[in-house]
């Protein structure tokens, strides 16, 4: 267990409001990083997180932004949501001690109407 | 560039069969590589991972080795139980990517049925 928390676990937003989901690490790793889970896709990286501050866009970035203020919490947030970005979002976090793999959160389940 | 292909599921087999699935990579570098399982409804959890040529992963029955000469890393289990229907990723992380970044494979399902 590598303490990954994902907040809320669910959530049914409409189109145009804006969204944040929070991930929460208990244990001060440098990188984090936020994924989408769609059928067909498989995994894909919207941003990643490289210590307080340090962020950087993954693949599909477009409509997302983050924000890292403490080493525990990278939250996601999509500023005007669109029915394309009902998704399933995880997060996970990768450990330095070993060899850098990256171990994932239960994630949140978005559903934009 | 890096990429990992998979082979597409739906793979349907019965308990207690032998399990293969193929995972095959091309990387410019020397990537770890890992195995992830995804049961229904849950979260993506590690199986198994390989930093070098020719290690072999383990962990709940599942294996794989790390091929560097097939490009190849295929999970394989001797006799599997309903318990293992799930969702299997395999994944490369290039070990020159200092933002430890992983290439994903699209994901295979696995039925068991008993």
């Known amino acids: 267990d590598a303490g990954i928390t994902q907040s809320p676990r669910h959530k049914v937003t409409e189109t145009g409001t804006p969204v944040t989901l929070r991930c929460h690490q208990t244990?001060?790793?440098?990188?984090m990083y936020w994924y989408r889970q769609d059928p067909g896709h498989g995994l894909r990286l919207i941003h990643y997180?490289?210590?307080?501050?340090?962020?950087d866009k993954g693949e599909v970035s477009d409509g997302y932004s983050v924000s890292r203020s403490k080493t525990e919490d990278f939250l996601l947030t999509l500023e005007s949501a669109t029915s394309s970005q009902t998704s399933v979002y995880f997060c996970?976090?990768?450990?330095?001690?070993?060899?850098?793999?990256?171990?994932f959160g239960p994630g949140t389940r978005l559903t934009v109407l | 560039g890096n990429s990992v292909t998979q082979m597409e599921g739906p793979v349907t087999l019965s308990e207690e069969a032998f399990l293969t699935i193929n995972c095959t990579y091309t990387a410019t570098g020397y990537p770890s590589l890992f195995w992830y399982v995804q049961y229904p409804g849950e979260g993506l959890q590690l199986l198994l991972k390989a930093t070098k040529a020719d290690d072999k992963g383990s962990n709940k029955g599942f294996e794989a080795t790390y091929r560097k000469e097939t490009t190849s890393f295929h999970l394989e289990k001797g006799s599997v139980q309903v318990s293992d229907s799930a969702v299997y990723f395999c994944?490369?992380?290039?070990?020159?990517?200092?933002?430890?970044?992983?290439?994903w494979g699209a994901g295979t399902k696995l039925i068991i049925k008993p």
């Open positions: 994944a490369l992380s290039d070990q020159g990517d200092s933002n430890y970044q992983l290439i």
């Open positions: 996970a976090i990768s450990v330095a001690t070993e060899g850098n793999t990256q171990y």
């Open positions: 244990e001060n790793h440098r990188y």
């Open positions: 997180s490289y210590g307080v501050k340090d962020t």
